[in-house]
């Protein structure tokens, strides 16, 4: 399986404790340059650049050209170069959370996991307590969507 992950599913899941999930989830995860730049950022979270800073084995780093994207959506780099690799490797799926740039993948074809999504799946397969992990979500700076949507899969995860 080949997944590209943007910066957001990496930051948030350093900060509350469950990057592993990802390892767990796929095996292997991708991110283009821009990705790595943002993880390393002066003003990204001290945990953050310390993990990244000791990449593990299950990351991986690569270049991309931006000529296969022609995005309809103002991008951020990230959000841009995700998208790219995504389609040059035929990827399976992209980790993002950025609305723009999702919109902008789905529109490309490519199927999209945002931070709920992968934390609801790693859920049912046991690797975390999802009631517990939103709680820790919830110390961070990380926009939760509408209430309605937060309550409906607290719902589903509980059943």
Request: hydrophobic content about 50%; aromatic content about 6%; charged content about 25%.
């Amino acid at each position: 399986m080949i997944i590209v992950a943007d910066t957001s599913p990496i930051n948030y899941r350093v900060l509350i404790g469950v990057i592993d999930i990802l390892k767990e989830l796929f095996g292997r995860v991708i991110i283009p340059q821009a990705v790595l730049g943002e993880l390393q950022h002066e003003k990204t979270p001290t945990e953050v650049k310390a993990w990244i800073g000791a990449c593990p084995n299950w990351l991986e780093v690569r270049q991309v050209g931006l000529s296969l994207l022609t995005p309809q959506r103002e991008l951020g780099g990230g959000e841009r170069e995700v998208i790219a690799l995504a389609v040059a490797l035929n990827a399976d799926a992209v980790l993002m959370d950025d609305r723009d740039g999702t919109k902008e993948a789905r529109r490309n074809n490519i199927t999209v996991f945002g931070t709920f999504a992968l934390l609801d799946k790693a859920a049912e397969r046991a690797l975390l307590d999802f009631s517990a992990v939103l709680a820790r979500l919830a110390q961070t700076t990380f926009r939760f969507p509408p209430a309605a949507v937060v309550a409906a899969m607290l719902e589903c995860s509980d059943a």
